[in-house]
Nanobody, 125 residues
Framework: DVQLQASGGGLVQPGGSLRLSCAVS????????ITWFRQAPGKEREGVSS????????FYSEVLKDRFTVSRDNAKNTVYLQMNSLKFEDTAVYYC??????????????????WGQGTQVTVSS
């Protein structure tokens, strides 16, 4: 059974940091690209960052790449999203997704086969 479990969200003040985790089971990280998405209230789901276990670059949203960093731990079958200098507008539910596609169109939700349940990130003073 393929499962993705996103965790690590919470309430943080502006300027703070959080690290989200996406623990996967039922497959190994070299089988799929893992992408983080987020969805704010009333907005469409947007791609944040994508990583693949094999060779190749990671992909980031242009507006987030200076503050967010994606990484993986193959031994733990987990992908992380380190978020720094958080802003009010980063408030959203963050999801991880797994798919066979890996490339510059990572932000297309139709590319993904499996989704985690989401973890809420709230940036508030």
């Amino acid at each position: 059974d393929v499962q993705l479990q996103a965790s690590g969200g919470g309430l943080v003040q502006p300027g703070g940091s959080l690290r989200l985790s996406c623990a996967v089971s039922g497959f190994t990280l070299d089988a799929y690209a893992i992408t983080w998405f987020r969805q704010a209230p009333g907005k469409e789901r947007e791609g944040v960052s994508s990583i693949y276990s094999g060779h190749g670059p990671t992909f980031y949203s242009e507006v987030l790449k200076d503050r967010f960093t994606v990484s993986r731990d193959n031994a733990k079958n987990t992908v992380y999203l380190q978020m720094n200098s958080l802003k009010f507008e980063d408030t959203a539910v963050y999801y991880c997704a797994a798919g066979r596609y890996y490339g510059t169109s990572y932000y297309l939700t139709s590319m993904y086969d499996y989704w985690g349940q989401g973890t809420q990130v709230t940036v508030s003073s």
